[in-house]
Nanobody, 124 residues
Framework: QVQLVESGGGLVQAGGSLRLSCADS????????MGWFRQAPGKEREFVAA????????RYADSVKGRFTISRDSAKITLYLQMNSLKPEDTAVYYC?????????????????WGQGTQVTVSS
């Protein structure tokens, strides 16, 4: 069973960096595509980045391209999101999610498992 736990959120100044981690205690990442989503107050959950665990195919939202990097460590069964050049508009709760079948998707409803979320706050 997939059990996702995020960590690494916090408060950072604009222009700074953070790295989010998502660990799967159920150790089943190898059969999934994994994604990062975020939700700001009063807004819908939006796609940030995704990666196929099998072949490393990645996709990014236009708003984070060139600033964020999604990666995975197969040995540690951990997903990462390196966030650089952070902006105040990146402030949100960030969630990792798992999608069975291995194909990346930008649609939240196509993901089967979700972590509890970690808060990222970027001050101006």
């Amino acid at each position: 069973q997939v059990q996702l736990v995020e960590s690494g959120g916090g408060l950072v100044q604009a222009g700074g960096s953070l790295r989010l981690s998502c660990a799967d205690s159920g150790r089943t990442f190898r059969r999934y595509a994994m994604g990062w989503f975020r939700q700001a107050p009063g807004k819908e959950r939006e796609f940030v980045a995704a990666i196929s665990w099998n072949d490393g195919t990645t996709r990014y939202a236009d708003s984070v391209k060139g600033r964020f990097t999604i990666s995975r460590d197969s040995a540690k069964i951990t997903l990462y999101l390196q966030m650089n050049s952070l902006k105040p508009e990146d402030t949100a709760v960030y969630y990792c999610a798992g999608r069975s079948g291995g194909l990346v998707s930008t649609t939240p409803n196509e993901y089967d498992y979700w972590g509890q979320g970690t808060q990222v706050t970027v001050s101006s």
